[in-house]
């Protein structure tokens, strides 16, 4: 589809008390395609009046019609949802094509995944309950009850932008919550078009609010309004803790899904095809900007140097190109701002003495001039204490260390403030379950990637975050259990 097909010409509104709406102040932001740095549309931008008015419309519709609302019917409502959007996907998939530089082929196979989060929260909500409690007191009937937690603000990143919002909205909503929905301000056009789904859905005005803008003030406006009662977060650690910190003075619910920078442990009995494979993947997809992609590539002494050629070799006829050409498998990054940290990560890299290897050089070709594009790269030659071991890059970019023992591979991929993911490539089952049982992170994946799916849990350990997104651990994290004692005597 053309940009014209699926980009509206007038601002794209907020939603607020189930109407599409300006700001107060009329104020607007651009945004821009990443391929090309050409404006691609406007967006209302909320200010400290619109976040009010986001948030009492909320409140209001928690203690109002919201909270009575039968499970069942909630669940009715998200399926709804799932099969309005299904029939929008090939629209969306497009808009993020735009909007956040994704190659349509990649950006279609991730949107028409994006119904399922709804569905999967709609489904399991209908198990959601308490228990009954033998307490050691016959007087006293007691049980549990799981209520929802009241207002949730959902502050959402760049990189999957409607498929993150839909995997803090679907179990929020589930749980009988109702929400405000910060997107990125640079990618914020597929939510703000799937605002437009959810009256149709039958949701009541206000269990649903979108605002636009800046993380600070407006995400931050959320942060420290005493009436909502969760922060549900995907970012950067340098923005989580800051939302911790704030968070700190209502004493707020948090999710955070925050950095990582995951190893992969490539042992000298590996199906190397497999695990080469994985790594190719992990610097390709969504042009490395995936918070679980493995970033420490820490491959066996004996193996490293034809791993690291059948990676060149596979990386070199990599078709980087215009992001709505079906054909192009790695497009730009986000923003100018994104190019510019992960430039300078390869600067500090090459400062810090290690061996920056590029595979291609999209700067170099006419038709992606004035696009965010960089050329997948490995930093070799690298230790563990070098910053490009222990930063986020967010790019195309893998740091590869080598290693002799299984014990010293443990103990680098370890030695890391994140803990977000690992894998490990052996054909020994017995290091297979070792590994599992010694990586500290949050998904330890045995001979596959790390790719997250709806249905199974998924947050780091250490600065990686709090709290888990998907699964029924991210429908419990969304609601509290109030105990009820019943007198009986
Ligand atoms: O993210 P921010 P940025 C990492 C990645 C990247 C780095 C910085 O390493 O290079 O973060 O990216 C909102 N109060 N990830 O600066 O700032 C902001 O508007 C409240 C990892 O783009 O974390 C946006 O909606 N909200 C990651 C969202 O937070 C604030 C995905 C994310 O922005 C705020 C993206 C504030 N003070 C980046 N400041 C992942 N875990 O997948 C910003 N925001």
Known sequence: MKREDVLRSTPYPMLIGGREVASVSGKTFATYDPSNGRKLADVCEAGPEDVDRAVAAAYDAFHGPWRDVLPKDRSRMLMKLARLLESKVEAMSWLECYDAGKPIAASRAWLNGAPGTLEYYAGILLGLAGETLDVSDRTLFDYTVREPLGVCGLIVPWNFPLSIALLKMAPALAAGNCVVVKPSEVTPLSTVELGTLVAEAGFPPGVVNIVNGPGDPVG???????????????????????????????????????????????????????????????????????????????????????????????????????????????????????????????EIGRNEGANIESYSDPRSRPELAGGCYIAPTLIRGATNAMRVAREEIFGPVLTVIRFGSEEEAVRIANDSSYGLAACVFTSDASRAMRMTRSLSAGTVCVNTGVRSSVDAPFGGFRESGLGKERGKEALLDDTQIKNVRYGLA
Do not use: W
């Open 220 to 346: 931050m406006a959320l942060v420290r309004d005493p009436r909502v009662a969760k922060i549900s977060f995907t970012g950067g650690t340098v923005t989580g803790k800051k939302i911790f910190r704030e968070a700190a003075s209502t004493v707020k619910r948090l999710t955070l899904e925050l950095g990582g920078k995951s190893a992969s442990l490539v042992f000298a009995d590996a199906d190397l095809g497999k695990a080469v494979g994985v790594a190719y993947n992990d610097m390709v997809r969504n042009s490395g900007q995936v918070c679980g992609a493995c970033t420490r590539l820490l491959l066996h002494e004996s193996i490293a140097d034809a791993f690291i050629e059948a990676l060149a070799a596979k990386l070199r006829p990599l078709r980087i190109g215009l992001p709505d050409d079906p054909a192009t498998e790695m497009g730009p990054l986000v923003s100018p701002v994104q190019l510019a940290r992960v430039t300078d990560y390869l």
